[in-house]
């Protein structure tokens, strides 16, 4: 076995590390400056590739309806104490008036696998955002779909596509969802969205029930072997309406490590600083930024509908209008040393002139 020394070594030297290297990593972070050296290196490229700037998304959570029935998620199918919503076109317009007025140039369409939502209807809402902002990226998060979906939304101007594989390791996968979801789709539809040219965001929970470092080890060599343009990567937090209610939360340690780590191995990648990660600590998110993160996600959602988008208990910002909420991000970016901006911001890894290829 190797030691940790000669771990951080090929890590910071090659950007790369075999699974045995990252179970090593990952049993010997407690060892005396492991973390603080992550956290330094990740710092360190997310400045060269990114400089201080911290990209912000607007956040608009338009359907909490979902054919799924994750056995982690607050809005899954069977849960019955849901009040669920959909957002007209006319609401998710206003949210993104709303958000363009406060300096967002990322709109984020994020929501439950539902049907109301074909292929038609969100070409429709897509092309009428571009209408209106064509400066604007619009990232979308619907789940699974058909790659002909992928594409038509595509060619109606979605630029990003969020879908976090939640756990590469198979027997993990089968702990988490129900039999009729198989990791190979949730794969597949990840290689057909950068097939087609999104920039494509994976990532997983930390902490999950049933998660080892030995699934986290499969984690981290997946995305090097997918390389996303982005990892989501948050804290799992129970939901009371869960299966796994009585359930221990992830730990903010081990995700800042992680996030850490996932910078290291993908220098360009965009990195958010997760709600769930500032649920869990009030700083948080400030943490997250000083672990290698580049990205924050306010949310732009109506007020009114914001606590029944509730993957997991005790969400934060909430109660709050979108405009209280880039205040509060800019005060939490500055204190943490970096700099807030109203770019689109994209993957320094995307594009013809990219300054990082993979
Ligand atoms: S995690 Fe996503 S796909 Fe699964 S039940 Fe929740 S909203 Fe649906």
Excluded: W
Excluded at 50 to 69: M, Q
Aim: net charge neutral; glycine share 8%.
């Amino acid at each position: 076995m190797k030691s940790i020394t000669s771990v951080l070594e090929t890590l910071f030297n090659s950007h790369k590390l075999n699974k045995e290297d990252c179970l090593v990593l990952l049993s010997q972070l407690d060892e005396e400056g492991v973390r603080e050296q992550l956290s330094a290196e990740a710092v360190r490229l997310r400045r060269q590739y990114y400089g201080d700037k911290v990209f912000t998304r607007g956040l608009i959570e338009f359907t909490n309806i979902c054919k799924n029935n994750c056995f982690y998620c607050g809005i899954r199918r069977d849960n019955a104490n849901v009040n669920r919503y959909r957002l007209s076109k006319q609401e998710i317009m206003q949210c993104c008036k709303e958000g363009y007025a406060l300096g967002f140039r990322t709109f984020v369409l994020q929501g439950g696998e539902d049907g109301f939502f074909t292929d038609d209807v969100m070409c429709n809402i897509i092309s009428e955002i571009k209408a209106h902002y064509p400066e604007v990226a619009i990232t979308l998060s619907l789940g699974e779909r058909e790659m002909e979906s992928y594409r038509r939304m595509k060619q109606a101007g979605a630029d990003r596509y969020l879908l976090r594989h939640e756990t590469a390791n198979e027997a993990h996968y089968r702990m988490l969802h129900p039999d009729e979801m198989k990791l190979s789709n949730r794969k597949s539809c990840l290689y057909a969205l950068k097939e087609l040219g999104y920039q494509v965001g994976a990532g997983m929970m930390i902490g999950s029930p049933g998660q080892t470092y030995e699934c986290l080890a499969d984690d981290l060599v997946f995305l090097q072997e997918l390389k996303p343009h982005m990892v989501g990567m948050g804290p799992f937090i129970p939901h009371k309406d869960t299966c796994f209610a009585k359930e221990q939360a992830g730990s903010v340690e081990l995700t800042l490590a992680m996030l850490s780590i996932v910078r290291i191995l993908l220098p360009s990648v965009l990195l958010p600083a997760t709600t769930a990660l500032g649920t869990l600590d009030p700083k948080g998110r400030e943490k997250g930024l000083l672990a290698g993160c580049n990205v924050v996600m306010p949310n732009l959602s109506p007020v009114k509908n914001r606590k029944d988008y509730a993957l997991y208990d005790n969400k934060i910002c909430t109660g709050d209008e979108s405009a209280q909420c880039i205040k509060c991000m800019t005060n939490r970016v500055e204190a943490a040393g970096f700099h807030l901006v109203s770019e689109r911001g994209d993957s320094a890894a995307y594009g013809d002139d990219a300054d990082f290829k993979y």
